[in-house]
């Protein structure tokens, strides 16, 4: 069965969007602006915003300084093994949620 290439840059952005809407949300429940985010991760601001709007993913370098400032922000299954490793935490949306609400 042949998977048509559509069906992959939809799966693609859908992975994208649920890691850009976990980084802006647990952002937002620690209290930090994009701008101290993007210094302290020392990236441009532009970058953050596009791995928050889902233009974008962050390098395995920079997805590992965002969960040492952030938490957990992507479950193993949503990216290669290849690219991004094991073990990583189980993540709760709903709980990612409440917590940038409060």
């Known amino acids: 069965m042949e998977i048509h290439p559509d069906s ?14 976990r980084i802006k ?4 429940a620690k ?29 395995p370098g920079n997805l590992a300084r965002l ?4 938490g957990p922000v992507h479950k193993p299954e949503e990216l290669a093994e290849e690219r ?6 189980e993540l709760d949306d709903d709980e990612i949620q409440k917590e940038a609400q409060e």
Do not use: F, H
Not at 25 to 28: E, F, K, N, T
Not at 84 to 89: I, T
């Open 8 to 21: 992959k840059l939809k799966d693609n952005l859908d992975v994208r969007k649920k890691i850009g809407n």
């Open 67 to 70: 969960e040492e400032i952030l």
């Open 31 to 59: 209290g930090l602006s994009q701008e101290k985010l993007a210094q302290l991760l020392k990236v441009s601001w532009a970058s953050l915003c596009r791995w928050e709007n889902a233009q974008r993913t962050p390098t």
């Open 84 to 89: 991004y490793g094991k073990g990583d935490p």
């Open 25 to 28: 949300a647990r952002r937002m």
